[in-house]
Each structure stands twice: as structure tokens, then as C-alpha cells.
Nanobody
Framework: QVQLVESGGGLVQAGGSLRLSCAAS????????MGWFRQTPGKEREFVAA????????VYADSVKGRFTISTANAKKTVYLQMNSLKPEDTAVYYC????????????????????WGQGTQVTVSS
């Protein structure tokens, strides 16, 4: 059974930073890419960033480009999301997700193409 466990969320003032972690476990876990998504009440889950385990591809939502950085630690089966210059509109529950098989780069932002999801971690940015 595959498990994705996020950590690192919390309360931070606008302009501050947080680093989220997502650790994957499961004896047979392997995947092509990992993604970060976020969701606020009443809204659909939205794409934030994605990266392939090979490190060759990273993709970001326009709203976070230049502020967030996704990275992977293959040996630890962990993906990180470094979030800098946080804004109140970044407040959301952040989820990590795993895509098992290869997909087109343009599809890495699609919520529906990920196979496993974590339970989410709350990020709150105060103004």
C-alpha cells in the first residue's frame, strides 16, 4: 500500500517562508512524477508545482513562479516544496500527489491524472 504523508504546514506572516515535505512509503512504491496541489473551501483543487523523479522536469503554476521551488530527494522518496514570499492568497490545504506512469509535461498540472494523494497539510498566511 502506498502512503504519502505531508508535513511542514503552519501559520506564517505574509512575506515569510515555509517548506513542505511529502514522504512516500510502500514496499513497491515507484512513480514518474510528484505534484503539489492546494485547495481552499468551496474551490476546486488547483495545481501548484510538479517534478519528475529524474529531476529533468519541473512545472509551476503562474501564481507561484519565482516564489516556490519543488525538489526531490530520491533516496528518501521525499518531495519538497519551498515556499518563499508567501502571500495571504497562498492560504490553503496543500496536498502532494504521485503519478505512477509517464505523462506529457502539459498534463503534469492535471489533478485527475495522479494516482495517489496525501492527506494534506494546512498553510495559513496572515496579512
Amino acid at each position: 500500500q502506498v502512503q504519502l504523508v505531508e508535513s511542514g504546514g503552519g501559520l506564517v506572516q505574509a512575506g515569510g517562508s515555509l517548506r513542505l515535505s511529502c514522504a512516500a512509503s510502500g514496499r513497491t512504491f515507484s512513480s514518474y512524477a510528484m505534484g503539489w496541489f492546494r485547495q481552499t473551501p468551496g474551490k476546486e483543487r488547483e495545481f501548484v508545482a510538479a517534478a519528475t523523479w529524474s529531476g529533468g522536469i519541473t512545472v509551476y503554476a503562474d501564481s507561484v513562479k519565482g516564489r516556490f521551488t519543488i525538489s526531490t530527494a530520491n533516496a528518501k522518496k521525499t518531495v519538497y516544496l519551498q515556499m518563499n514570499s508567501l502571500k495571504p492568497e497562498d492560504t490553503a490545504v496543500y496536498y502532494c500527489a504521485a503519478r505512477v506512469n509517464g505523462i506529457l509535461v502539459r498534463d503534469l498540472s492535471s489533478t485527475y491524472l495522479y494516482d495517489y494523494w496525501g492527506q494534506g497539510t494546512q498553510v495559513t498566511v496572515s496579512s
